[in-house]
């Protein structure tokens, strides 16, 4: 049974939000042990879901978020702002997989694995798809690359455990050359 107003609150937290909300932040908000507040938002969702309004709930990035299911999203597209980004280019793609994979990861690296240039890697950034994570101990101190909690909003990944497997460290049946 849930408390009245449990899914006011959470309907609210997420929508409110703007961002995925943690399992944590929902457990803290109800004041309820995280597994109680995973199942309140189950319910949450499943009422939503249920009365037809437009949205459903969705586990993602380490949290939940009130998203349009796909079969909406294109009648929506007319009236959404921004217009959407250019899909990737092919080889930014290769470069994006081998820093999801491989992560964290210098520009030599991704490089030697690709047999060509890593220039997307601004365009990935600009894109807040990849960020810097560090510096490595190699000499010079080469940055370190890794994704983005937005990557895994992107392409609906709950976290990089999510990520297809590949099949042993052998990337080349994924890139080019």
Known sequence: MT?????????????AAGRPVTRREVADLLDLPEEAADRAVRAFGEAVEGAGLGFVVEAVAGGYRLVVPPGLAAR???????????PLSPAALEVLAV????????RAEIEAMRGGSAGTVLTLQERELVKVVGRSPAVGGPLLYGTTEKFLLEFGLGSLHDLPPLDGADFSHLLRG
């Open 3 to 15: 408390p009245p107003g449990t899914h006011a609150l959470i309907g609210a937290a997420l929508l």
């Open 76 to 86: 929506l597209a007319p009236i959404l702002a921004p217009p959407a980004l250019p």
């Open 99 to 106: 820093i999801a994979y491989r992560q964290p990861v210098t």
